[in-house]
């Protein structure tokens, strides 16, 4: 039971900190396909300053400086979406696949180059990311997760800043009219999508293991909390029932040889699918109620009002 507390959260806690980020976007009217890529990056950038810390630094610095170096990661690469969907005006799923291939081509550069080998795994130590409660271990992104899941609530549905965004992903043309500047918005929800996203690809790979191989990416996790976005109906608090739901199904392939799944005899590989299984099947049933903003995707002309 504990193990499969440990996973679900360990999942959760990502898929929800990167389905917030897509969040952000789309309600700006954004529509944030590079999520996948996003993670890579914010998770090549933080797991490389681990690495290069020096032996004996305290863990609240290596925590600190990894995190902001992942958030700053994502935020860079998320600019590029940004750029190219609002100034240029170009079809943003499009874009936003295109990043997701340039990412994981640019990480096996990046570690191939500070391997000095052809390898592209890093290696680092998580220790400074790890804490037990009991028998339990967890690690400092649940905490910060959680922190971030409340503020996101409140930025999105208690200030000024959010009444707007959301309004540049619901008629752009009604914002502009009463003076908000769609573009600035746009890039606000993109750049904050670029945030989470970058804290999400560290958080998925820094806690589970101390070697990570960047030709895999994030195996697909970025393209699940898109699901996870889409089921959560782009509402901050069903985003973290929908990413606790899907975590639940992404963590039996780690416990299921240790638990009675052991006796059906399945592979593991089984169990890895059951999350994007799960995630098809949901959406062909709720897809029709989406409420998602009736903007995302359409680029804003402000010449077209």
Same mark, same amino acid.
């Given at each position: 039971?504990?193990?499969?507390?440990?996973?679900?959260?360990?999942?959760? $806690?990502?898929?929800?900190?990167?389905?917030?980020?897509?969040?952000?976007?789309?309600?700006?009217?954004?529509?944030?396909?590079?999520?996948?890529?996003?993670?890579?990056?914010?998770?090549?950038?933080?797991?490389?300053?681990?690495?290069?810390?020096?032996?004996?630094?305290?863990?609240? %610095?290596?925590?600190?400086?990894?995190?902001?170096?992942?958030?700053?990661?994502?935020?860079?690469?998320?600019?590029? %979406?940004?750029?190219?969907?609002?100034?240029?005006?170009?079809?943003?799923?499009?874009?936003?696949?295109?990043?997701?291939?340039?990412?994981?081509?640019?990480?096996? *550069?990046?570690? &191939?180059?500070?391997?000095? =080998?052809? =390898? =592209?795994?890093?290696?680092?130590?998580?220790?400074? /990311?790890?804490?037990?409660?009991?028998?339990?271990?967890?690690?400092?992104?649940?905490?910060?997760?959680?922190?971030?899941?409340? $503020?996101?609530?409140?930025?999105?549905?208690?200030?000024?800043?959010?009444? !707007?965004? !959301?309004?540049? #992903?619901?008629?752009?043309?009604?914002?502009?009219?009463?003076?908000?500047?769609?573009?600035?918005? !746009?890039?606000?929800?993109?750049?904050?999508?670029?945030?989470?996203?970058?804290?999400?690809? %560290?958080?998925?790979?820094?806690?589970?293991?101390?070697?990570?191989? @960047?030709?895999? #990416?994030?195996?697909?996790?970025?393209?699940?909390?898109?699901?996870?976005?889409? /089921?959560?109906?782009? &509402?901050?608090?069903?985003? @973290?029932?929908?990413?606790?739901?899907?975590?639940?199904? &992404?963590?039996?392939?780690? *416990?299921?040889?240790?638990?009675?799944?052991?006796?059906?005899?399945?592979?593991?590989?089984?169990?890895?699918?059951?999350? /994007?299984?799960?995630?098809?099947?949901?959406?062909? /049933?709720?897809?029709?109620?989406?409420?998602?903003?009736?903007?995302?995707? *359409?680029?804003?002309? &402000?010449?077209? !009002?």
């Amino acid at each position: 039971m504990l193990l499969l507390i440990k996973y679900t959260l360990l999942y959760g $806690i990502v898929l929800m900190l990167v389905a917030l980020g897509g969040m952000f976007s789309e309600h700006s009217g954004i529509i944030n396909i590079a999520l996948e890529g996003i993670m890579v990056i914010g998770g090549l950038g933080g797991v490389l300053t681990v690495a290069m810390l020096p032996t004996g630094t305290a863990p609240w %610095l290596v925590v600190t400086l990894s995190v902001l170096v992942a958030a700053l990661s994502g935020m860079v690469y998320a600019l590029l %979406l940004a750029f190219a969907s609002i100034h240029l005006k170009a079809d943003q799923t499009i874009g936003g696949t295109a990043l997701n291939m340039l990412a994981t081509a640019l990480a096996v *550069i990046l570690a &191939k180059n500070y391997n000095g =080998s052809t =390898s =592209s795994k890093v290696s680092y130590t998580n220790s400074a /990311f790890l804490f037990k409660i009991g028998d339990l271990e967890l690690n400092i992104f649940i905490p910060l997760g959680i922190a971030l899941l409340v $503020i996101s609530y409140i930025v999105m549905y208690k200030t000024r800043f959010g009444l !707007r965004l !959301r309004a540049c #992903g619901e008629h752009p043309q009604a914002a502009d009219s009463v003076g908000i500047n769609v573009y600035k918005m !746009r890039y606000a929800g993109v750049l904050i999508s670029g945030l989470l996203g970058g804290i999400g690809g %560290l958080a998925y790979i820094i806690p589970s293991v101390q070697t990570w191989s @960047f030709e895999v #990416g994030v195996a697909g996790t970025g393209f699940l909390a898109l699901a996870v976005m889409i /089921f959560g109906q782009w &509402k901050p608090v069903h985003i @973290f029932g929908a990413a606790m739901f899907f975590a639940v199904f &992404k963590s039996l392939a780690n *416990i299921a040889d240790a638990t009675v799944l052991s006796q059906l005899g399945w592979s593991s590989n089984i169990y890895n699918m059951m999350p /994007f299984i799960a995630s098809m099947v949901i959406l062909a /049933f709720t897809s029709k109620n989406s409420m998602a903003p009736k903007a995302e995707g *359409i680029p804003y002309d &402000k010449g077209s !009002r």
